[in-house]
Nanobody, 127 residues
Framework: QLQLVESGGGLVQPGGSLRLSCALS????????IGWFRQAPGKEREGVSC????????NYADSVNGRATISRDKAKNTVYLQIGSLKPGDTAVYYC????????????????????WGQGTQVTVSS
């Protein structure tokens, strides 16, 4: 059974940065698209970024494009999401998810594309 565990969240001042980690167990990154989603209180879960099963392609939401970098360490079976220039609007619970290989251009369209989810990590951007 595939499991995903997020870490790296916390309280950050506006303008700061964070690196979130998503560690997989039970299988390897080579079989899954990994997506990062976030959900703020009272809002729907939205896609932030994703990386292809081969690691060669990625996609970013407009809200973080230019501020975020998704990467992976195959040896550690871990995907990272680094976000800089953080704003209060980035405050949310961040989730990573794994899905079957898909067109990377559509990887942020729907949560239904992902069968496995982590428990989430809270990111709070506040002074």
């Amino acid at each position: 059974q595939l499991q995903l565990v997020e870490s790296g969240g916390g309280l950050v001042q506006p303008g700061g940065s964070l690196r979130l980690s998503c560690a997989l167990s039970g299988s390897t990154l080579d079989y899954y698209v990994i997506g990062w989603f976030r959900q703020a209180p009272g809002k729907e879960r939205e896609g932030v970024s994703c990386i292809s099963s081969g690691g060669g392609s990625n996609n970013y939401a407009d809200s973080v494009n230019g501020r975020a970098t998704i990467s992976r360490d195959k040896a550690k079976n871990t995907v990272y999401l680094q976000i800089g220039s953080l704003k209060p609007g980035d405050t949310a619970v961040y989730y990573c998810a794994a899905g079957a290989p898909m067109d990377i251009r559509r990887c942020l369209v729907s949560t239904h594309n992902y069968a496995y989810w982590g428990q989430g990590t809270q990111v709070t951007v506040s002074s």
